[in-house]
């Protein structure tokens, strides 16, 4: 079946440095693949989209390129302030399935003045 | 005006108890959802409805019923709740069941169950 995998944090950073976090998939065809953010005691919020092949998503400096032949889609900033804070999670919808969300893990991001 | 808005957003109760938790969303969208989130954030859909009809069922016990009076409102009931329950249940709506859409979602509910 379809899957999700992404680094497990937390991930500690100073403000301004650089955050990667990478996330690969596992899927039949090509599915759209999404990044949301949860901010503490709320839902999730979408971040950034990619639906085809070498799109690049990107929304308040973040950043993640599809990648077909590494089945990846990596999420990065160049330079993260606190209220990045914040946890992230990788997802994928395939194309016949009702635009049901296949999630990885999260991944925890501390941002640290 | 909150675009999905879930009741209540707290819920403690006891084993073998019978609750629900509901769900509506303002934003004209056709498609609802119920995701699960553990306690290790790990978040997994339960259900889909799209126009009042059920699409996607996941593999979820039958303790969990799904109800859609129209197409605004999803409610998730849950009868005999059991220790595992205890998780986030965050609803979420997209204005279609079609691909590529942003899903939007509820502050989630927290469901612990003593």
């Known amino acids: 079946g379809d899957s999700v995998t992404q680094m497990e944090g937390p991930v500690t950073l100073s403000e301004e440095a650089f955050l990667t976090i990478n996330c690969t998939y596992t899927?039949?065809?090509?599915?759209?693949l999404f990044w949301y953010v949860q901010y503490p005691g709320e839902g999730l919020q979408l971040l950034l989209k990619?639906?085809?092949?070498?799109d690049k998503g990107s929304n308040k400096g973040f950043e993640a390129t599809y990648r077909k032949e590494t089945t990846s889609f990596h999420l990065e900033k160049g330079s993260v302030q606190v209220s990045d804070s914040a946890v992230y999670f990788c997802a994928l919808s395939p194309k016949a399935a009702g635009n049901k969300l296949t999630f990885g893990g999260g991944t925890r991001v501390l941002v640290k003045p | 005006d909150t675009a999905v808005s879930q009741t209540p957003k707290y819920l403690v109760t006891q084993m073998g108890n019978d609750k629900s938790i509901k769900c509506e969303q303002n934003?004209?969208?056709?498609?609802m959802y119920w995701y699960k989130q553990d306690s290790k954030k790990f978040l997994k859909i339960m259900f889909s409805?799209?126009?009042?009809?059920?699409?996607i069922n996941e593999t979820v016990p039958n303790r969990f019923s799904p109800k859609s009076p129209d197409k605004a409102h999803l409610n998730l009931h849950i009868n005999s709740l059991e220790l595992g329950d205890s998780a986030v249940y965050f609803c979420?709506?997209?204005?279609?069941?079609?691909?590529?859409?942003?899903?939007?979602f509820g502050q989630g509910t927290r469901l612990t169950v003593v």
């Open positions: 990619a639906t085809k092949a070498d």
């Open positions: 899927a039949t065809g090509y599915p759209s």
């Open positions: 979420a709506s997209t204005p279609s069941d079609r691909q590529n859409t942003e899903a939007f």
């Open positions: 409805y799209n126009n009042k009809e059920l699409i």
């Open positions: 934003l004209g969208h056709d498609t």
